[in-house]
């Protein structure tokens, strides 16, 4: 049995930087659900593979070895052996991260992986689709949002802190982009479970965050 707390929303509504702190505070295993497609979409790259071959990008999801090492407290991620942490972030996987991850197929076996990753752990598991499809029984679920330019903002200083070359337009068109893709998905779309805390980040700093999000977990964690 495990004890799970999903966190869904947008990408840069807050979600990885709130569930790295959480995870410290209440000794939990922290699992980043985009990392299993961003891997994924890192393989359709580096195979020259084209977005309409949707056969080969299926049987390329079932055919990669994905592993996600936790090393003082950086999540060191793995296609097949080779060390792809820093690439999975680069722009040219997260202009094909969504489309790529609308295939259901896919989908399906990235939620086979996150699932397994949780098995008999004690979890925060953050993504799209964790409190309505990969773990619809989540002890707490947590719905986060922040308006779209916030979000974009936030994406483009942690870009510029990564090192990553783009601009706050790019950035923001891809959010955009990435929103109406996760939206529209034939499983695990983007939305909030009916069940959800919904917490609205903008204007937040991580701080008052952070404490928002200690207190709902805090009155869940009581009644359970
Ligand atoms: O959270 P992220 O930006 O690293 O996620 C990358 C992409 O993966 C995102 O555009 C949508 C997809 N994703 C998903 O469809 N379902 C999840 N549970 C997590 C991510």
Excluded: W
């Excluded at 979600?15 to 000794?27: E, S, V």
């Excluded at 990564?162 to 790019?170: D, H, L, R």
């Excluded at 909030?192 to 977990?217: C, N, P, R």
């Amino acid at each position: 049995m495990s004890f799970v707390i999903g966190i869904d929303g947008p990408a840069g509504s807050g979600k990885g930087t709130m569930t790295k702190i959480l995870a410290r505070k209440f000794n939990l295993i922290h699992i980043d659900t985009g990392i299993t497609y961003r891997v994924h979409a890192k393989a359709v790259l580096d195979n020259g593979i084209n977005l309409d071959e949707k056969d080969k990008i299926i049987d390329l999801a079932k055919n990669i070895d994905i592993q996600i090492k936790n090393e003082d407290n950086i999540d060191k991620v793995f296609l097949n052996g080779k060390d792809v942490t820093k690439d999975i972030r680069s722009k040219e996987v997260t202009a094909i991260v969504s489309q790529v991850s609308s295939i259901k197929e896919v989908r399906l076996v990235m939620v086979e992986l996150q699932r397994k990753l949780a098995e008999g752990k004690n979890v925060i598991m953050e993504g799209r689709d964790i409190c309505t499809y990969v773990f619809p029984n989540a002890d707490i679920k947590i719905y986060l949002k922040a308006s779209l330019e916030e979000r974009a903002r936030r994406r483009y200083e942690e870009n510029k802190q990564k090192g990553i070359n783009t601009s706050y337009e790019e950035v923001l068109e891809n959010i955009k982009l990435r929103d109406e893709n996760d939206k529209h998905k034939e499983i695990g779309s983007l939305k909030v479970a009916e069940d959800s805390i919904v917490v609205d980040t903008t204007g937040l700093e991580i701080e008052q965050s952070v404490e928002k999000l200690t207190k709902i977990i805090e009155e869940k964690m009581k009644k359970l």
